[in-house]
């Protein structure tokens, strides 16, 4: 089984976010990576405000906790099996839906891009509204499961964040807007660049990740968790 060319970040990972005595579950979340281009790929990443509580000022992929609507909101297209499989060893179907649709969701709240078909908009309550508004529904079937990592204990804030991977092709435009104002600055960024920025741990892997699947290298998932006090990286 192949393994990651370069090794999860411990250190840095605890310097991300300092332990501050916190005894809390983890949250279910979702994360989208985009990709763009061929020949020279790019990924869309944001920097978060610097007033945030978590991981503030860090460059990210979109992605946020699952809201309740997440599991209700109508959708043009279920999970594809593969990523369904990988999904349903965790958690069961209807969970596993909710984690793609939240991936979809959070990047159209942070970044105005939507991912799925167009549709004729609708009214709904809650969460979903505006994504419906502006008449689309979104397609799963599109994403792929790429990778998951939990905080750890003791931070202030804590995720079971699957990322989830999908083209630019996917987007009914390809172009950021202003989002919710998490994130301050969008941006389409090389590969290799994005590298260079002020990244949390976790996200410095999962690019490494998408780097060595675009290689052509045949990945497994990653699971990253702490484990009796000590950082684990296993591979499904």
Known sequence: MTVPTKPFDAAQDLADAPRTGHRQKPKDAATLILLRGDRHPEVLMGRRAPGHVFMASKWVFPGGRIERSDFTAADAGDLAPDALRLLTRETDARRARALA??????????????LGHPAP????????????????????????????????????RRFDARFFLAP???????????????LDEIAWLPLAAARTLDLPAITRFVLDEIAE????????????????GRHVVSHD
């Open 101 to 114: 649709m939240a991936a979809v969701r959070e990047t159209f709240e942070e970044t105005g891009l939507i």
């Open 168 to 182: 630019v092709e996917a987007l009914l435009h390809p172009e950021p807007t202003a989002g919710s104002g998490e």
């Open 213 to 228: 699947r675009r290689g052509g290298a045949d990945r497994p998932r990653p699971f990253v968790r702490m484990v009796r």
């Open 121 to 156: 908009s609708a009214s709904v309550a809650g969460p979903w509204r505006e994504y419906r508004a502006a008449g689309a529904l979104p397609d799963l079937s599109v994403l792929t499961y790429v990778a998951r990592a939990i905080t750890p204990p003791g931070r202030t």
